[in-house]
């Protein structure tokens, strides 16, 4: 079997490579990363070097790129994580998230048509949905809510979700789409909610809460987001969405207090900052499905994630330095600077 897994050496995309090669020795993954600001290699150093791994730099967007790599290696499997991820550079500037999310998606698609695969899943997120508003915990979002974005990137990964689908109705193209909650663990680019802050307390920096901090976020520990994906690669159904997430609802000011009272850092850093605009109030996923079609549950309580990823940010801080000290410090400047 080989799986072609994009975004590789991103977040979720590197943990599930590391996932996928401890638990299928056996299978050929092919890592396809175009390294933007998110993309980084290092992350990859420890499979680079084995035999059943390959590191190929390209862009989805390049289709005769993604068409030779098709060429050489026939994917069994493709599993589409590259995309533009933060929410707050999709504000500022929307265009690379319409090309990379929608068109890079499309193109490799038209690549797996050519070339014929057994399978492409996309991976989509929880923010399609739209937000749920902050007094009625009562209600989640299901497979059949309906989609209603709010920003130019859950725009753009719900153009992208509901591509695939439409691929699977008008070409039979085999595909999956899941769409998960919040995920935190190792690897995570300082500029999302739970590393940033764990980078900033570190150094004794302020702590840039937007709003009051009362804003809900589904946290899933990474790991547990990868087992689903795997789930579903292998047994779930063609043609089906799977939501995925644990049920583990926190307000973003409670997981910033939490990072404090772990380092040790005074709350006196905390700092409300404006609001994000048109910031989601709150994600929850009701993952019934998931569970009672292919059995998965989340394994990793909130208490152990988050203490297994301070632990990691703690052992790794050369990983987390180098990328604040690179072009990641100009956008800090940018979106915290006069805030
Ligand atoms: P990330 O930003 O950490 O990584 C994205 C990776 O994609 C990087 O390695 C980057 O170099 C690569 N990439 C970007 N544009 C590319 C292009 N045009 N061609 C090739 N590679 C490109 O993102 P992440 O947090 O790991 O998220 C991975 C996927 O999971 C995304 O599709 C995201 O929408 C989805 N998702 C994320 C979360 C979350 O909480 N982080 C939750 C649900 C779904
Ligand atoms: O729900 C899944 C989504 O989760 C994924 O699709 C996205 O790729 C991923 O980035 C994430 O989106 P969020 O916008 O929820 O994550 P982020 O870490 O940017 O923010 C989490 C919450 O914390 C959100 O309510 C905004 C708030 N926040 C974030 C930052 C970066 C702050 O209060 N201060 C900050 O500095």
């Known amino acids: 079997m080989t799986i072609i897994v994009t975004g590789g050496a991103g977040f979720i995309g590197s943990n599930f490579i590391f996932h996928m090669m401890k638990k299928y020795p056996s299978y050929r993954i092919v890592c396809l990363d175009s390294l933007t600001y998110a993309g980084n290699l290092s992350t990859l150093e420890s499979v680079m070097d084995q035999s059943n791994f390959r590191f190929v730099k390209a862009d989805i967007c390049d289709r005769e790129a993604v068409d030779r790599l098709f060429e050489e290696e026939r994917p069994d499997v493709i599993v589409n994580f590259a995309a533009e991820s933060h929410v707050d550079r999709s504000i500022e500037n929307p265009g690379v998230f319409l090309q990379t999310n929608i068109i890079g998606t499309a193109t490799l698609m038209d690549a797996c048509r050519k070339y014929g695969i057994e399978r492409f899943h996309q991976v989509s997120t929880d923010e399609v949905y739209g937000d749920l508003p902050l007094d009625r915990p009562d209600l989640f979002f ?172 703690l052992d790794n801080r050369e990983w987390w330095e180098t990328i604040r000290s690179g072009e990641y410090k100009n956008y800090y400047e940018k979106m915290y600077g006069g805030k």
């Open 142 to 313: 299901t497979e059949k809510t309906p989609l209603h974005t709010s920003s130019p990137y859950s725009s753009s990964k719900a153009a992208a979700d509901l591509l695939t689908l439409a691929y699977y109705r008008t070409y039979g193209l085999p595909v999956t789409v899941s769409r998960c909650s919040n995920n935190y663990g190792p690897y995570q680019f300082p500029e999302k909610l739970i590393p940033l802050m764990i980078a900033n307390a570190l150094d004794d920096k302020p702590l840039p809460v937007y709003g009051k901090g009362e804003n809900v976020r589904d946290w899933l520990y990474v790991e547990d987001h990868c087992k689903a994906i795997d789930l579903i690669i292998h047994k779930g159904k063609v043609g089906e969405v799977y939501n995925v997430g644990g049920h583990n609802e926190m307000r973003n000011i409670d997981i910033v207090k939490l990072i404090c009272e772990k380092l040790g850092k005074p709350e006196s850093l905390i700092t409300y900052i404006a609001d994000r605009k048109g910031h989601d109030l709150r994600y929850a996923i009701d993952p019934a499905k998931i569970h009672s079609e292919l059995g998965w549950l989340p394994e990793t309580k909130f208490k152990d994630g988050i203490s297994a990823t301070i632990e990691w940010y």
